[in-house]
Every structure is written in C-alpha cells, then in structure tokens.
DNA sequence: ATGAAAGCGCTAACAA
DNA sequence: TTGTTAGCGCTTTCAT
C-alpha cells in the first residue's frame, strides 16, 4: 500500500450531501432525465426509472428543497404566525397546523410577532421568500393591511373576518350569548365583560354581540379593561369586576379568567357562589383549574387544521379569485363549576 | 390616451419580488457591487452603498432566502424536533427556542415526530436542506443512532446525555432526589415512582437516581408503569399507586400528575391527606390546579434558549470538534400544596 | 424516451 | 472600489 498521505488523498471525497448529478452519472443518464425520474416518473422509461431510483436510494440522495424552490417557486413550507407564542390559546392552532401540514408534506415555519402589527408586516416581507403561504392567527393588521396582504400572496386568516381575506372564524361571538345566557337563566342581571387588548378584532365583535343580545334579556353589561390577555391580568381584571357589582363576569379569554380565579380564591372570594365566572376558549388547564372552568369551547385545533386544508387549497388551485372564502366554526358554552346561581344582592 | 389594451400591455411589470439585478439596474451598478452593499457593508464605497441601500428600500427588496441558502450553504433556519406538539412540556422548549432564535437571525421549523425513531431520522434527512441545525427536544433516537447523526449535522439534544452530542440537561434526576427527601422528611416510607415511557431516556435516569438515593434514606420505593405521559393516564396511574398502599407518589411528568389528582378527587381521596403527589416540569397548569401541585420546576424555556445559543455558537464557529459540551440545568422543587405529613398506616 | 442547455437569484473568486 | 464570470442544484423547454 502507498504511503499514509498517498492514501488519504485518494479518498479524499466530497464530503456534501448527493445531488442530482452524482445520482444522474451513477446511473448513466442525464441529469434531466434523473430529474423527471424522481420528480416526474411516468415521463420515463420504467426500466430506467428503476435504476435511477435504485441508485437515489444507494446514495442516500434526497433532493435540495432550496435549489427546487429556486426553479419552481415552491419551497413547501407554510409560515405560521402567532402573536404570542407563550398563549396557550395558539398551542392549539400550533398543533391543528403542525399535523395538517404535515399530512399534506408542508414544513411549519413558526413565526412569533409579539403582538406587533409592524412586526407582522416586516417579518413576513423580510421572509417571503421563505414560504409558498401563510396561516395568520389573530392577526393585529389593519383590515386595510390585511385585504392588501391577501392580495400579494397566498393567506389565510384564521379568526378574524375581512372582505376579500380568506378566513377560519371561529364564532366566539355567539358563543358569548350563549354563555350570557346561561348566565340570564341562572339569574344574573349586572354582567362584566373583562375585555382583552384594545387591538383585538375578537374583543370588539364580543362585546357588540353581549350588548345587542344583553338589551334584548334585560341585563346590563359592564365594559371593563382593556386588559393583557394573561394569567397575571387576572388579578387587575377580579378586583375590577368585584368593583362593579356585578354577580357574574365573562372573560375574554380562560386565561384571564384563571388569573381571576386564583386572585377571588386568594381574596377569599367565592366562586361561583359570590360571583361567576366564564372563559373562553377553553384552554389546556380550564378543565382541572380551581373550580373548573366554565367555558366555551372552541374547536381551536380543528381551526387550524382547516386553515391548512384552505391554504393548500389555494396554493394547489393557482389562487383563483373566486375561491376565496370563509369558514366559521362554532363554538359551545362547556359549563363546569365556575358558573351558579346569582348571589342575592346588597343592599 | 391610447387604448385600453395598448395601456395594459405597457403597465404589465413583472409582479414577481424585485431582485437584485433589478435593484442593481436601478442604482447603475454591477449586481455584485449590489450584492455586497447589501450584505458585506464596508467593502463598498459609502456613496454608493447609500445609493443602492436607497433603491433596495424604493423597491421594497428583500433577498430571496432560496437563492442565498444555494450558494452560501446558510439557510437562515433551525429545525427544532419535538416528539409530540400535544405535550406542554414541548410548549416552554418552543417558546424558548423560538425567542432565542429569533434574536440570533433565524427561523424555526417546528417538527413533530410523533414519538417514533424512524419519523426522526426520516425526516431529519429527508429535510437536511431545509435548515442549518437541529434541536432534537427528547429524542427517541438510540444512542448511536445519535451520536452518528450529530456527526453529520450541527445539532444539540436537549434533555438527553450521549457521549460526543452536544446537550442541554435539566437535571431532574437529582430533582427527583429533592423530591424524595422532601417526602421522607414529611414521614413517608412507602414512595411509588410512575414511570413514563418505556423508551425515555429521562425516565431511566430518574428512576435510578431513585432507587439509589431512597436505600441510602430508609424508604421502599415501587415502580409502576410505563405510562403514557398524558393527562389521561393518570387515572389508571392513580389506581395503580392506590394500589401498592404507598403514602406518595413522584409521577414521571406534570401530565400525569395532575391526570391522577383529578382521578383521585373523582374517586374521593384526599390529597395531600392520603396521598401525596409529586409532578415533574412545572407545566403550565401546576400552579392552578387543584391542588396545586408539589414538582420539579425544570427550566424548560431556558434550556431552550440555551440550546438555539450552543447550536448557533457551533454554526458560526464551523463547529470544531473540541468545542462539543453539554450543559447541565439544576431543577428546584416547588413545594405546593399536593404534598404533606404522610398518612397514618392502616393496621 | 432521453439529452443538451438555459436559467432561477445570489455569492464569491478573480480581474481591472 | 467595482465589474465580470462562474457556478450552487434543480426544473424545464427544446431538440433529438
């Protein structure tokens, strides 16, 4: 055997992942016809196709998704924006999307915005180029923006209802004349609404539906915040309602609401029995919380997953125009323990 | 004016993004001059870096990801590989990670494994052109199978020990033995561990470090299980425990924990008076249900952070070999209030 | 059915 | 400092 360097120059090899080429000279053809082989097998020979194939697999050689996307201008992943991902509330639509895109061979791009509009706008010009769509959850876009956002690449909008946009709605508004009903019926008349962030479309149509539906059953709706969507807004939010004298309050979302039950426990308020308490959402945690909660339930992972299928949908179809469309789902109001008959009134 | 369709045929631009030759054109420049006053300020004169930084932003550039990935080998992404989005324990590495990852310039791909090995490794190849690194968050990967794959790409385990990968580890197997001593200084003797699952990695070390240290204590310990690591196990878990006549219980993970308080409470047994529990992670939820629960508070989003930080570190630093490390994360209990004074043996 | 060749948008030598 | 020129790995006409 030659000397060590000798050796170790020979078999020097490239040590970069296959490509085409190598799979192509391999197994003797050309690299346009490896390409239709792996990518377009019914335009080949099959016996060549096998070979190809064989070889592909010897090598170990899977396509470079960056290279395909420059020629095809598809890269096979779908961003997903959140504005938040420490809400639990997105888990779900994180995992509805997550399973959905996996099932129809999409990759996730997880993008957060923190709760910022110009955040939103950037992100998603800065990395267009990174994702063939997008699925927005809870967008803090203008209407304005968005309509123009949908226009220039393909979108779907999940909560949130604009012309012209693409959506998965979830109908928490008339779930919360639900829930304000099942409030009615247990004899509460002086209801709180603890609003969430002033630039949430969800909170606006909320409370619009409470007031038009509160009118109509002789209560009174109390308009209270806006507050942080968080567990820790919860304690600002119960001293908030508990000022209003109100029996019962319904929360923008469970983990205000959880926040509220766990002050009302520490300030050695009752619950239900001083005051009820309904969430929405019905979040991981709103079962087993202390009392459980009562809640409306929101098919949040269904929402995602729906939102893909659309995505994918538009992205397959070309985005034809009339396409576009709308999904609303709807929402149930899961009584637990949080929610009983009304306290009698001071006087 | 001219016609209709003589006006049309004039406006029609080429709705594709702008690129850098346009941009190039635009400032009179070569594309390269372009390219370098984009991405390697300094090596252009500052002029004309104005100039073309000027046109980039008229024109509302943004490189094409694709493109750059092809030829600097960069793809300006990060896998992160979890076994189960579903999990809340995966909830804070995402978080944690994501943050991270969007501080140090990247993007994250969110990959769900589905608790199989061979989803892992599939995956993992079949999308090695898709990201720069890998965040395998509880791999289910035999330790050679690991160790192979951390040769051939940048990657950091989390929550998993194997010689020559860099790892994050959230020291629960010494938590486990805070946990012990918290329940034998209570007067408990009679412990049960309920395992997770039978291919975790975490749950063998724990349950070692167990063993060992209840012998070196004077308390029995019993082994119960595996156990799917979900809410819905735990009822079958707390019957289980009730069974062996142990006085507490460490369960593998919060899930589980809180799963079995809330079979116990259907069941009618008091906790902590009959039976203590003992979680593990802190997930969201611990604090609030009920009772709140006595548990190992793994730093989760931190080991998150820590981990995109090491990764990026081994991209940037062209991954020397010496530089591999592991990390190790200390856990603390938080002592709530699902544990107390062990319940006086029945005769 | 297969091959040759022209890019996709960008970076990185190499020249000038 | 700036321009010219190769490619990166792949898809896709256009020939053959």
Redesign the pocket.
């Known amino acids: 055997m030659g000397s060590r360097s000798e050796v170790a120059q020979q078999s020097e090899k490239p040590q ?2 296959p ?6 000279e391999r197994a ?13 097998p019914g ?3 099959a ?3 096998g070979r190809i194939e064989k070889v592909a697999a010897e090598l170990g ?4 998704w ?3 996307a ?3 201008g598809k890269v096979g992943a779908i961003a997903v924006l959140v504005s938040d991902v420490t809400n639990p509330f997105y888990f779900g639509i994180i995992r509805g999307t997550q399973r959905q895109l996996k099932a129809s061979g999409y990759s996730q791009l997880l993008i957060d915005t923190e709760e910022s509009d110009q955040n939103e706008d950037d992100l998603l010009h800065r990395l267009r180029s990174s994702f063939d769509g997008v699925i927005l959850a809870a967008s803090r876009l203008s209407d304005r923006a968005l309509a123009k956002l949908a226009d220039e690449l393909p979108l779907v909008a999940v909560n949130r209802q604009t012309r012209g946009v693409p959506s998965v709605f979830i109908d928490t508004p008339s779930g919360v004349v639900q829930a304000l009903e099942h409030l009615v019926s247990l004899g509460h008349r002086d209801i709180a609404y603890v609003s969430g962030p002033a630039t949430s479309w969800s909170n606006e149509s909320r409370w619009r539906a409470l007031v038009k539906a509160a009118s109509a059953r002789g209560a009174t709706m109390h308009r209270l915040g806006p507050f942080s969507p968080r567990l820790h807004a919860g304690a600002a939010a119960a001293d908030a309602v508990l000022n209003t004298g109100a029996t019962a309050a319904i929360a923008f979302n469970d983990l205000l609401a959880i926040g509220m039950l766990q002050h009302l426990a520490a300030r050695g308020v009752r619950v239900p029995e001083q005051l009820s308490i309904v969430g929405c959402d019905d979040i991981f945690g709103a079962d087993f919380c202390n009392p459980p909660l009562t809640t409306l339930t929101a098919p949040v992972e269904q929402a995602g997953r729906l939102a893909v299928t659309m995505l994918v949908a538009q992205l397959d179809g070309g985005s034809a125009p009339g396409q576009r469309q709308a999904s609303v789902l709807p929402t149930y109001l899961t009584v637990r323990s949080s929610t009983g008959p009304a306290a009698e009134k001071e006087i």
Chains 1, 2 share one sequence.
Do not use: H, K, M, W
């Not at 490509?19 to 192509?24: K, P, Y």
């Not at 003797?28 to 377009?40: D, F, H, K, Q, Y």
């Not at 050689?61 to 470079?64: A, D, H, I, M, T």
């Open positions: 970069r992942a490509t085409l080429a190598n799979v192509a003797g053809v050309a690299i346009s016809t490896a390409s239709r082989a792996l990518s377009n335009r080949v020979n016996v060549t196709r050689y899977s396509p470079n960056q290279a395909r420059l020629t095809s």
